[in-house]
T-cell receptor, first 116, second 116 residues
Framework: AQKITQTQPGMFVQEKEAVTLDCTYD???????LFWYKQPSSGEMIFLIY??????QNATEGRYSLNFQKARKSANLVISASQLGDSAMYFC?????????????FGKGNQVVVIP | DTEVTQTPKHLVMGMTNKKSLKCEQH?????MYWYKQKAKKPPELMFV???????INESVPSRFSPECPNSSLLNLHLHALQPEDSALYLC???????????????FGPGTRLTVL
């Protein structure tokens, strides 16, 4: 069964507008961590933001914020004031809780194109 | 500094060649990873090294041979590859091999491999 679902088709967003990328996850664990990565066409996976399942506040890092809705099992990424350099593939990933678990379950990604 | 370096950036090899991919980090991280990524797909975990010991091998064919000479270096030796092995190979590192929830994987820029 797929643990991370990212179903939006490619998105076009106007420069300076905000964009929300959807991510839903499936786990029976109470403890888990959620990550978002950005991958431009150059290939490097860039870590953006982390949210722990017990964190009471939604995570924020600069223009990135995470809209964490635990009951709905969703962890949507919000990018405010889009810039041309935000054009990339965005991956949501989850780590479930057990000792020695180094595995991240990745979603299929959301493609974002920022237009001037 | 969250830099992971990989060499070479691009590699073209024939099916009978032997080549190696290199990865280096100087962040004091004790877990290192190899991922394979096909175009427009999420990365797939291949190997994990924890404290320089192989801890996860995701049933990768033996034509891929990882090596961790020390805590900063990770190699991937390639031999008798197939054209379907053409992909982006990403290296990553993280601080905590015990797999704590917030342990973040930092990725290198990748090596684009083409097998002819």
């Amino acid at each position: 069964a797929q643990k991370i679902t990212q179903t939006q088709p490619g998105m076009f967003v106007q420069e300076k507008e905000a964009v929300t990328l959807d991510c839903t996850y499936d786990t029976s664990d109470q403890s888990y961590g959620l990550f978002w990565y950005k991958q431009p066409s150059s290939g490097e996976m860039i870590f953006l933001i982390y949210q722990g399942s017990y964190d009471e506040q939604n995570a924020t890092e600069g223009r990135y914020s995470l809209n964490f809705q635990k009951a709905r099992k969703s962890a949507n990424l919000v990018i405010s004031a889009s810039q041309l350099g935000d054009s990339a593939m965005y991956f949501c990933a989850m780590r479930e809780s057990y000792y020695g678990n180094n595995r991240l379950a990745f979603g299929k990604g959301n493609q974002v194109v920022v237009i001037p | 500094d969250t830099e992971v370096t990989q060499t070479p950036k691009h590699l073209v090899m024939g099916m009978t060649n032997k080549k190696s991919l290199k990865c280096e980090q100087h962040m004091g991280h004790r877990a290192m990873y190899w991922y394979k990524q096909k175009a427009k797909k999420p990365p797939e975990l291949m190997f994990v090294y924890s404290y320089e010991k192989l801890s996860i091998n995701e049933s990768v064919p033996s034509r891929f041979s990882p090596e961790c000479p020390n805590s900063s270096l990770l190699n991937l030796h390639l031999h008798a590859l197939q054209p379907e092995d053409s992909a982006l190979y990403l290296c990553a590192s993280s601080q905590d091999p015990s797999g704590s929830l917030s342990d973040t994987q930092y990725f290198g820029p990748g090596t684009r491999l083409t097998v002819l």
